[in-house]
């Protein structure tokens, strides 16, 4: 039963995403226009996050930071919507959850699924190898755009708090358990929770991840 959700899960994702990159196209190319007229640089930003059994995969978001914030102010994290980093179009887009978007593309190629854990950056908080066998769980089916954590604590806890339920995700998938996370999800972006409120790492300040 569950290789058959296994399959049913990867169908909805391509047809998912492909038919919504196709609804969505006109409100990418405005998204793109407006990154494009309001400040310098690319378009897109690439980072590399762990995905399915710790392989390592590029996320592609919206850009909504200045080129190059990794290496200004407070490195890889952002701990207010006031941050300096951000761009104008780029609050709006964080905001909204629409800087996202992109990795439906993520989803068409199979690196990535609409519904699972969130992936973490290869090297923080930990790398792939310093996860606990328990914790690796997480890693046994491909990160998703959205996930069981996203629309329960989000980022109200510390990462190492999240692990257990993204395990809980993993352990208990079924093709319904998506849909129902699928639908919780849009509710909480037409309620536009704030994305700034959680303890980063291991307890140490509020912050939200770059880009």
């Known amino acids: 039963m569950r ?3 296994l ?23 405005i998204i793109v226009l407006s990154i494009k007229l309001t400040s310098r640089g690319p378009v897109f930003f690439r980072q590399e996050r762990l995905g399915e059994k710790g392989r390592i995969f590029k996320i592609l978001k919206f850009r909504t930071m200045v080129v190059n914030a990794e290496k200004i102010g407070s490195g890889l994290f952002v701990k207010t919507e006031n941050d300096n980093r951000i761009t104008k179009i780029g609050k709006f887009l964080r905001a909204t959850s629409l800087d996202e978007l992109p990795q439906l593309w993520n989803v ?35 990160p998703g755009m ?8 989000r980022n109200s806890v510390t990462w190492d708090e999240r692990i257990p339920i993204d395990v809980e995700y993993v352990q208990k998938f079924t093709v319904w358990l998506d849909i129902k996370i699928l639908f919780k999800t ?26």
């Open 3 to 5: 290789i058959f959700n």
């Open 146 to 153: 959205t996930g069981l954590t996203q629309v329960t604590v």
């Open 108 to 142: 068409v190629i199979g690196e990535m699924s609409l519904v699972g854990p969130r992936p973490p950056v290869p090297h923080h908080p930990y790398k792939y190898k310093e996860y606990s066998n328990f914790q690796r769980k997480r890693f046994e089916m491909k």
């Open 7 to 29: 399959y049913i899960k990867r169908l909805i994702d391509l047809l998912g995403s492909l038919i919504g990159l196709i609804i969505i196209s006109p409100i990418l190319f």
């Open 186 to 211: 849009l509710i909480k972006i037409f309620n536009r929770e704030s994305i700034y409120t959680h303890t980063n790492v291991k307890g140490s300040g509020k912050s939200s991840n770059l880009n």
